[in-house]
């Protein structure tokens, strides 16, 4: 009977063991790219976006665009048109891995062209999520080519290109997408 106790002594020993080693979590990583204009603080992709969005903003005639820094103030401040994606990875993030993410991550998007960093920045327990307002990205592009004071005639710039990329301590990636975009001035009030 000692004998059959001590072998069920090291049997338990080496299983729990083996659990203990067997529980280290994965590797983390991105399990799924969402691209999405709309996320809440808690992850939820409101607004889930699909490749090729065309974008479609009606402005009211008192807020007629004469400029491209017009129609990009606009977009910016009432339309709030938001391109952006949510990181999901493939388990829930320790402590300490949420820190290191904080600490190194940036995102970048590069709109016809043109770089530049991400506005926004969310992480939640499984995902990360960043954004940047389609009116800085317009303003931006124009403005390096010396266009922002210029008339907006939307199909000298759309569609275009797309490419947000992504990087913190561990992880890394990019995404494309095409958007298209189209703005109506609402009829004068009477």
């Known amino acids: 009977m000692l004998l059959l106790w001590k072998n069920a002594k090291s049997t338990f020993t080496l299983l729990s063991l083996l659990l203990f080693f ?38 009211p005639n008192i807020k007629k ?29 320790s402590p300490e891995e949420r820190k290191n993410i904080k600490e190194t991550y940036f995102a970048m998007y590069e709109f016809s062209g043109v770089r530049g960093k991400m506005e926004g920045f969310e992480i939640g327990e499984d995902w990360i999520g960043s954004f940047n307002y389609l009116g800085s990205m317009v303003k ?3 403005k390096r080519e010396n266009r922002l004071n210029q ?11 797309l490419e947000f990329t992504w990087s913190a301590k561990g992880i890394s990636g990019s995404t494309k997408t095409r958007i298209d975009f189209v703005y109506h001035v609402l009829p004068a009030e009477k």
């Open 22 to 59: 067997a529980c280290e979590p994965a590797v983390l990583s991105v399990s799924k790219v969402e691209l999405c204009d709309y996320f809440t603080r808690d992850g939820i992709c409101k607004e889930p976006t699909a490749l090729n969005k065309k974008y479609s903003v009606d402005i």
């Open 65 to 93: 665009p004469q400029t491209w820094e017009d129609l990009g103030n606009y977009l910016y401040f009432h339309a709030r048109e938001t391109p952006g994606f949510v990181l999901r990875m493939n388990r829930k993030m």
């Open 151 to 161: 008339y907006p005639y939307e199909t000298s710039l759309f569609p275009t290109d």
């Open 140 to 142: 931006e592009k124009q």
